[in-house]
């Protein structure tokens, strides 16, 4: 148990950082398959100090962009440790490039590849949520008027809605 704010900050940036590691492999593996044609990786970078962890990059930028032969991508890399996972993790800044960005009639797709890990009731899940879904939930909790249940995503909820994350999300420029 984290002794102090702080410190449970340094661990949440510690996870999140390592699933951005993660997709970044994926891309890599993808790419050297020729499935993902290239990518960039903007999310913000965990720098040690001496009081722990701490966040350095430019906030609102999508922490991915990737271009593969059936659209382009920019997507946010989110993790959750509980089995709820907090639209409030989406900043303002980054929904709105988000928004900006997804309009996949012209084959620009946005999302959110959110993995949740609970190891104390052994759930792993990892799924893509195309913005086109996510993004009015979100902007319905962020101006106060989600329906009940909303300020957090759980991991059925997530399912219902999302797609598990695989080259197929970038292969076909659908995620729905």
């Known amino acids: 148990m984290p002794r102090n704010r702080h410190q449970s900050g340094s661990r949440a940036l510690s996870l999140g950082t390592a699933w951005e590691d993660i997709i970044e492999q994926h891309l890599t593996a993808w790419r050297s398959q020729g499935r993902v044609l290239d990518f960039t990786r903007y999310g913000i970078q965990a720098k040690m100090t001496r009081s722990g962890l701490v966040a350095t990059g ?20 989110k993790h959750s440790s509980a089995e709820r996972w907090k639209l409030s993790e989406v900043q303002p800044a980054q929904a709105a490039r988000l928004t900006r960005w997804h309009r996949p ?40 008027a989600a329906e009940k249940g909303w300020a957090t995503l759980g991991v059925e909820q997530a399912e219902a809605s999302g797609v598990p994350w695989s080259v197929d999300v970038f292969e076909t420029g659908r995620s729905t």
């Open 58 to 77: 430019t906030i609102g930028v999508p922490d991915f962009e990737a271009l593969t032969p059936a659209a382009s991508f920019r997507f946010e890399a």
């Open 105 to 144: 009639e012209a084959r620009c797709v946005a999302g959110v590849a959110l993995r949740y890990v609970v190891p104390a009731r052994g759930l792993q899940r990892t799924l893509w949520l195309d913005w086109g879904w996510l993004g009015p939930r979100w902007a319905a909790w962020s101006a106060g």
